[in-house]
C-alpha cells in the first residue's frame, strides 16, 4: 500500500488551520467537553461490550463520512489512490478511540477497528451522480425543500436514527440519545444556499421570509418528534420534565440551524463556518447549563439573517 | 414605453461601469443587447432587476417606476439546490395568471423532470431555470445569455417560444455574446460601449451592425493573431 504523505501532511495543516481559527472561549469549551466525552468514553470501553459499542459507533460515523465524501476525482487529479486517501483519512480520525481501546486492552476491537476502517475505504466511490435517491413523501410541502433534498440525500440515516428513537423507548434516555443524533443529522439539510431566484420566488421582505421558512420547517420537525416524546411521557410519566426539555431545545436548535443558513448566507454556496457554535449549541440538548448558549446564538445569528436577506429582499418590504 | 434615464453604476468609487445610461424601448418587443465582455450588459439587467441599486438614475415602466414584481430574470449562471428534482424546483416558484402546464413544458423540452438537478447535462438546466423563468408570467422578461449551452434544436426552439412571448404581449431584455443568436429573434439590438448605449440598431440595421463589430474585430485583434500564428 502506498502512503499518501503529501494528504495526510495537508489534513495536517487543514487541522491546524481549523484549530486556530476557534475563538478562544469557544476552544476552551470545545477542550472541556472533548475531556468529559473522553472520560466517559474510557469507563465505558472498561467492559467488552462498551468497547464493542464505541468501535461500532466510531465505524457507523466513518461510513456516514464516506457515503457523502465527494472528493474522488479531486484525489484522482492529485494522482493520488484514492482508497489509500480515505484509508490514512479514517485511521488519523479513529486514532483516539484506537488508543482509548488499546490502553483498556480491548486489543481485538482496536484491531477490527483498524480493518473496519480498509473495509469502509473499499467501498465504490462515487455515490453522489445519482438520479433519484430516497423516495421522498409528498406530504412534505415543496417549500421545505431543505428536508426533502435532505432525505432524497440521507434518508435511510435519517430513518435509521428515528426508528432508533422508537425502538429506544425500551430503555431509559435511550431515545433522547437517539433523537440527538437525529437532530444533529438535520442540520446537515440546512448547509446549502439555495438560488437568489429560489429565494425571491415567494416575494416577501426579509422578516417575512424567515419566519416563514421557521414557521414551515419547524412544523415539520417538531410532527416528527411530538410521537417519540408522548410515548417517552406514556412509559415514563415521572420523566415528562425532561421530555418537554428536550423536545424545546431541539426545536431551537432546528432553528438555528435555519437562522444560521441565512445569517451566512451565500447564494448557491456551501456553508462552512459556524461549526463550532452549532456543536456548542447541539450540546446544550445534553448539557443544560449549555443551553443560555442555544438562546444567545438564536438572537445573534437572527439579526446576522435579517441582514444578510435584506440586501436581496428589500425590494419586498 | 421602457425608459431609462440617466443610469449610472460602478461596484468602485472612481469606476463607473455605466455612465449615465439613457435608453427609450418600445414595450412588446424583444430587445437585445450586444457588447464586448465587460460591457456591462449583465451589470444594466441586474440594475433593471434591483439586484443592486444605482447610484442615480431611474427605470420607468408604463409610466411608473418598474417593480421587480412585474420582473423575471434568467441569470447567466444557473445553479441548483442539492439533491433537488427539476419538478421540485418548478414547484418553488408561483404560476402567474396565464397559468403553466409543467407536463406541455416537460415533453417540449424533453426534461427528466422527476431526476434530480445534478444528474442534468448544461443544457437540461438552462431549460430547467428558463422554464422557472417563464413559469411565474411577468410581463418583463430578462435572459442573460439564455443560448449558452443550449442545443442546436433548443435553441431554435428558445427562438420560437420568443416570438410567441411577444405576440403575447411580453417586453424581452436579451444578452448574448453569439451576435447570430441575437439577430434571430430581436427586433431591436442595442450595442453597449463605454457605459453607454453607443447605438441601437433595428432588424433592417442588422448587417450593418455585424460590417461594424467585424471591422472592430479586425482592427483590434487581426494583427495580433496575424503575429501569433506563423502561416505555414
Known amino acids: 500500500m502506498h502512503i499518501p504523505a503529501a494528504f495526510i501532511r495537508f489534513r495536517f495543516r487543514q487541522a491546524g488551520k481549523f484549530v486556530k481559527e476557534i475563538p478562544l472561549p469557544y476552544l476552551v469549551l470545545l477542550l472541556g467537553i472533548l475531556a468529559a466525552a473522553g472520560m466517559a468514553g474510557y469507563s465505558f470501553v472498561e467492559s467488552r461490550t462498551g468497547g464493542a459499542a464505541v468501535g461500532g459507533g466510531m465505524l457507523l460515523l466513518l461510513l456516514s463520512i464516506h457515503l457523502k465524501r465527494k472528493d474522488f476525482h479531486f484525489i484522482r487529479l492529485a494522482e493520488a489512490s484514492p482508497w489509500t486517501v480515505f484509508c490514512a483519512d479514517y485511521w488519523l480520525l479513529s486514532c483516539p478511540v484506537m488508543a482509548l481501546e488499546a490502553v483498556r486492552g480491548q486489543w481485538a476491537v482496536a484491531l477490527a477497528l483498524l480493518l473496519g476502517c480498509v473495509g469502509v475505504s473499499l467501498i465504490r466511490q462515487p455515490y453522489w451522480r445519482r438520479a433519484k435517491g430516497f423516495p421522498v413523501p409528498r406530504l412534505i410541502p415543496a417549500e421545505a425543500f431543505e428536508v426533502r433534498t435532505g432525505l432524497r440525500r440521507d434518508g435511510w440515516v435519517l430513518l435509521a436514527f428515528y426508528a432508533g428513537a422508537f425502538v429506544g423507548l425500551l430503555l431509559p434516555y435511550a431515545s433522547f440519545a437517539m433523537l440527538w443524533v437525529y437532530t444533529a443529522a438535520l442540520s446537515g439539510c440546512f448547509r446549502d444556499g439555495e438560488p437568489v431566484a429560489v429565494l425571491c420566488s415567494r416575494e416577501l421582505p426579509a422578516g417575512r421570509f424567515i419566519g416563514r421558512k421557521l414557521g414551515v420547517n419547524l412544523r415539520l420537525f417538531a410532527l416528527s418528534v411530538v410521537p417519540v416524546c408522548l410515548l417517552y411521557v406514556a412509559i415514563r410519566p415521572g420523566d415528562w420534565w425532561l421530555a418537554l426539555f428536550f423536545f424545546v431545545m431541539a426545536i431551537l436548535n432546528v432553528a438555528l440551524f435555519i437562522l444560521m443558513k441565512y445569517a451566512l448566507y451565500r447564494p448557491g454556496g456551501k456553508i462552512t463556518s459556524g461549526q463550532i457554535s452549532l456543536f456548542l449549541s447541539m450540546a446544550g440538548m445534553l448539557l443544560p447549563f449549555l443551553a443560555p448558549v442555544t438562546l444567545f446564538l438564536l438572537v445573534r445569528y437572527a439579526v446576522m439573517a435579517r441582514q444578510q436577506l435584506t440586501p436581496h429582499l428589500y425590494v419586498y418590504n | ?232
Open chain 2, 1 to 232: 414605453m421602457f425608459t431609462i434615464e440617466h443610469l449610472r453604476f460602478g461596484y468602485q468609487k472612481g469606476k463607473e461601469v455605466l455612465k449615465g445610461l439613457d435608453l427609450s424601448m418600445e414595450t412588446g418587443k424583444i430587445q437585445g443587447f450586444a457588447g464586448l465582455n465587460g460591457a456591462g450588459k449583465t451589470t444594466f439587467l441586474n440594475l433593471i432587476y434591483h439586484f443592486i441599486r444605482p447610484s442615480d438614475g431611474k427605470i420607468t415602466y408604463n409610466g411608473h417606476p418598474l417593480l421587480r414584481r412585474e420582473v423575471s430574470y434568467l441569470e447567466a449562471e444557473n445553479y441548483f439546490y442539492p439533491y433537488m428534482t427539476g419538478r421540485e424546483y418548478l414547484e418553488l416558484f408561483p404560476a402567474g395568471g396565464g397559468g403553466f402546464d409543467m407536463e406541455r413544458w416537460r415533453q417540449l423540452f424533453s426534461l427528466p423532470l422527476d431526476d434530480i438537478v445534478e444528474s442534468y447535462s448544461t443544457g437540461m438546466r438552462k431549460k430547467l431555470a428558463l422554464l422557472a423563468a417563464l413559469k411565474p408570467d411577468k410581463p418583463v422578461l430578462i435572459l442573460d445569455e439564455p443560448f449558452n449551452g443550449l442545443d442546436l434544436e433548443s435553441a431554435h426552439l428558445l427562438t420560437m417560444i420568443l416570438a410567441q412571448l411577444r405576440t403575447g404581449g411580453k417586453t424581452i431584455l436579451i444578452t448574448s455574446h453569439i451576435y447570430e443568436s441575437l439577430a434571430g429573434c430581436c427586433d431591436v439590438i442595442h450595442y453597449l460601449s463605454d457605459g453607454q448605449i453607443a447605438r441601437s440598431y433595428t432588424r433592417e440595421e442588422f448587417p450593418l451592425l455585424q460590417d461594424e463589430l467585424q471591422s472592430i474585430m479586425e482592427e483590434r485583434f487581426g494583427g495580433l493573431i496575424a503575429g501569433l500564428i506563423p502561416s505555414q
